[in-house]
C-alpha cells in the first residue's frame, strides 16, 4: 500500500515539508539535497538486511550482496581521498568521533582540540558531552584576528602532551594547514586527527586541502558538502586499521545501515564525477559574492571571511541577535542557524551570530547573480527584522526565484 493512503498523517507532513525544502532558501551550511539516485538506493531493501562484521567476515548468513554494496563504499571512498583505510559504518559524525577516540586514544588520556565557540564542535570534548567524562579534552582557541593559532597549539602540545591533536570545524571558515599540525604533533609525539565533515565535499573536489595523506584519521559525515545521505565515515592509516574496526563494531555499534551505506557508495560514485569539482568550485564562489555584501554592508565576519563554504557573522553591530535574526530570515523563506562567535558573551539560545553557507543553493543551481540578490534579502531582512510586512514581502520574492530551480519536482508522498 502506498504511503499516502496507509498513513496519510506523516505523507502530509513529508509533503509539507517538500514543499519547504522546494519554496525556501536553505543556507544552513551543513544541509545540502541529495541526487535522486542517492534518495533511491537509501530507501531500498537494503535496509532489510542485518551484517555485522565487515565484507567477507560477517556474523550473518546471506550477506553476500551486502558484502558487493558495502565494498563499494570502501573503495570508492578510498579512491576518493587516497585513503589507505575506510569504514563507512559510522552512523553519523558522533558516532564516527567517538569510535575514533576510543580506538586511538586510552579512556583518561588526552586530546587537543578546538574551543566549541571558536568554531569547534560538541564531539570535540565540549564539558556537556559524555566524552568529556572519558577522556581529557583541552580547548585551544583561534587569535584576536580570528584565525587559528598554530603557536598557540605547538605551547599547549609541549605543555599537556596530548595523545591526540584534533582539527576540523563546524563554525570555522578558513583553510587549514595540516602539515604544521602535523609538525607540531611529531615534536611531542602525538597522533593527528581532523574531522572534515563540514569540508568533505571540497576536499574530495580537490578544492581545499586533503588532510587524508598526512593524518593518522580522518573523519567525516557524508551528508554535508559530501552531498550523500545521512551518515558517518572513518578514514585512517593500515596501522589503525584494526583498531578502527575494531572500535566501530563491536566496540559501539550494531549492525550497518546497508541502505545508508548503498548511498554513501552512489554519492561517492558523484563525488568523483567532474561536475562534482565544478559543484564545489561554484559553492566557494557563491560564499565569496555574500562574504563581499556583508562587508559592505557593515557586518562583522568571524576569521575575517571565508575560504570554503561559510560564514559566520556577528549581527550584533545592526543591533539584533543571533535568535532574532534566524526567527527574521525563517520569516523571509531563508533558513540559517544562530551560532556563537568566538568568546561569545550572549548564551548558546541567543548568542551573537549567525552561520550560513552556500553548499545547498549551488547544488539548486544558484550561481553568483542569485548570490547577490540573496545577500541583499538577508540584509533587509535583518535591518527590517521586526516587520512582518516586509519579511512577507521578501518570502514572495524567495519563492518566486525558487520557481525557476526546481527541486525534485517528480517526487510526491
Ligand atoms: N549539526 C552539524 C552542523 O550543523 O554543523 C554538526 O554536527
Redesign the pocket.
Known sequence: MKLSSFDPDLSSALNRELIRQQTGLEM????NFVSPAVLEALGSIATNKYSEGYPGKRYYGGCQEIDVVEQLAIDRAKQLFGAEHVNVQPLS??PANLAAYAALVPAGGTILGMDLSHGG???HGHPVTFIAGVWNFIRYKTTSEGIIDYDQIEKMAHEHKPHLILVGY??YSREIDYARIKAIADEVGALTMADI??IAGLIASGEMNNPVPLFDLVST?TH?TLRGPRGGMILCKEKHKKAVDKAVFPGLQGGPHENVIAAKAVAFKEAALPEFKQYAQQIKKNAKILEGIFQEKGYKLMFGGTDNHLLLVDVTPKGVTGQQTETALNKAGITV?KNMIPDDTRSPMDPSGIRLGTPALTTRGMKEEEMKRIGMWIDEAITHWSDETKLNAIAEEVKELTSHFPLYPDLHY
Do not use: F
Not at 28 to 31: A, D, F, G, K, N
Open positions: 544552513i551550511p551543513s544541509e559524525g558522533a564542535h560538541l564531539t563546524s563554525g565533515a563540514h559525515t554535508k542557524n
